[in-house]
């Protein structure tokens, strides 16, 4: 049994593992999965319209009654910065005329927006049990109607003040995003990443700074490291890189190679695949042009690496391509998202119980 | 009681908690409380020369027997660097300046020598029952004569690559050092150190690679860490900011105020201090000069900064200071440390039957 059942209680779920909603990655048969394994599922809204989200909904409802996350972006968008953008693509002009494509062509980029209007409205047709945002929250009248509409309201801390901050404009949990996590930084009280701790020393930091309960997340991967989430405090886990390996993710053939294929040093801290940073699997675009430069803010970064990125995973390459990992891809295994979700819980149990044997 | 007692037997001692030793921070006095609080005490041995190491040595063994390990680094010396060494004074002057100090001045640098034949033969003179290693190992003639001496091998791994080259160097135990550790990082395979995972990614990624027990360092400061570290497999944790608050660290004034105010995000991976990566609480040098740059190799960084740090310090100032630290330094208290040792196993047995009950 689960000693810290805060969060069991907070979603009413039976498990306390959160699957990361990863855009890009997955869709409804990942938040089914997850959801029907005990877990609470997620649905990444940023690479979808609201036709799309809402359908994705109706999926998810049509096959599971558990409560499920619909996770999105809170950022400020930067204005274009048409200087950035042309010495990106400058840079990148080589790779063009490597795969032979025209570097004045436009792929559309895919979509990353902002929470908004929109996207609150919808909330309030859909009201999902839970929505969680990253980069911090919506401004306070979008923020009050999502709650207003019932739902649990959860975001990610990279660091203990984040975490108060978090706590103080009243979210109901705090995911505690250490260093090792996949995909990106949640950031957004500074940029600085380069002094941002470890899941092992941020947990208990946070615990230690806010009310709520808190959600660990980063180099989570197996039963051990959630027991260890326990040990240091946390109710919760998030666990984002170990489903992708699973047959519901949705990532290219080049990304579930290259994290089947992943070590414990194989990812990095980058900006260039989105101008915010992220972390990765090493490629050659990140050794070539990173892992870190002036890029377009984000997510314009995205823009002219995606006619590279298509030309290259046409060829089987992910050698352009965001490969979204965190730094414990390679205890995961490739089993289907709802078997893995009761096994890392049954893991987990069966590991703090031997601990104290 | 501890699940899990490889370590414990391994050293013959209490509590499965080693003392990292901090070069310039600890001496006897640190070594024996640590030893009779119950953990594995440490000398470091890296700013004595022999004479000094025997003298320490009498103080412990007049107040103890029990085992204590006694650290070296086993790096291997670049050759001097003129050209470097003149652009880093150069970059430093107007410090010189500021301080009304003679940039020609030449403090007497500390020393920071490697293992060496003069160093081998006093273990097999003192045959100390611990003998660790940082950077690797030493050739393995030398090494060869410490085991022979009878004393137990220890060093340390900051990826699973490297956690498998000791393994098969036949080293008695393997200490996991996470990106959160404070000091210097151990590599000694890869200068990558972008891509080192944090301690709860790296700890089971080691534990899975090797077969001897596995001790995880960094971020660690209080039960819930040492907790955290047997549920992902270690055996045993090392310990060096937490110990730093204690009465018996011999830091300076400035290094332990920092420490007290540090929080989560105050510390960053920096080469400035030393010439090799290592992770310190930022300061006025680190913001203006670093946190990485091009300078002297490893130790003779510190030599052009050795005055600068001297008479910044003497004005109450660790602006010039490598003020070392981990992650973790805000879960620490000002406790002595045999005290703090005994608390600390006592909380983490204390937590991990609270995760099971």
Request: net charge negative.
């Amino acid at each position: 049994m689960w000693h810290d059942r805060r969060v069991l209680d907070l979603f009413g779920i039976e498990h306390p593992i959160l699957v990361s909603p990863m855009g890009g990655a997955m869709d409804w048969e990942m938040t089914v999965a997850v959801a029907e394994g005990g877990g609470l599922g997620s649905l990444p809204c940023i690479m979808f319209k609201p036709d799309r989200i809402r359908e994705e909904v109706g999926k998810i409802r049509a096959r599971t009654d558990k409560p499920f996350n619909l996770g999105f972006f809170a950022y400020k968008p930067e204005p274009p910065d048409n200087a950035r953008e042309a010495s990106w693509r400058d840079r990148l002009k080589p790779y063009y005329d490597e795969f032979g494509l025209d570097p004045n062509s436009f792929a559309p980029p895919p979509a990353r927006a902002p929470f908004n209007e929109e996207f609150c409205a919808l909330i309030e047709e859909l009201k999902p049990a839970v929505v969680s945002f990253h980069f911090g929250l919506p401004d306070t009248p979008l923020l009050t109607r999502v709650k207003a509409a019932g739902c649990i309201v959860i975001s990610s801390a990279t660091t203990a003040d984040e975490a108060r901050w978090l706590d103080a404009r009243g979210v109901d949990a705090i995911i505690a995003q250490g260093a090792e996590a996949g995909g990106h930084r949640g950031v957004f009280l500074s940029e600085d990443i380069s002094t941002q701790a470890g899941t092992l020393a941020l947990v208990p930091q946070v615990v230690d700074a806010v009310k709520v309960p808190v959600i660990a997340a980063g180099g989570i991967a197996d039963g051990r490291g959630i027991a260890a989430a326990f040990a240091l405090g946390a109710a919760g886990v998030q666990i984002g890189t170990a489903y992708l390996h699973s047959p519901e993710s949705k990532i290219s053939t080049p990304h579930r190679q290259a994290l089947a294929e992943a070590k414990d040093n194989s990812t990095v801290l980058t900006n260039i695949m989105s101008g915010r940073p992220a972390r990765g699997i090493v490629n050659r675009l990140i050794r070539e042009q990173g892992p870190v430069a002036e890029v377009p803010p984000f997510p314009n970064a995205a823009n002219a690496l995606a006619p590279l990125r298509a030309a290259a995973e046409k060829a089987g390459s992910g050698e352009f391509s965001a490969l979204w990992s965190g730094q414990a891809a390679a205890l995961g295994r490739a089993v289907p998202a709802a078997e893995l979700t009761r096994q890392l819980a049954a893991d987990a149990l069966a590991r703090l119980k031997t601990l104290s044997a």
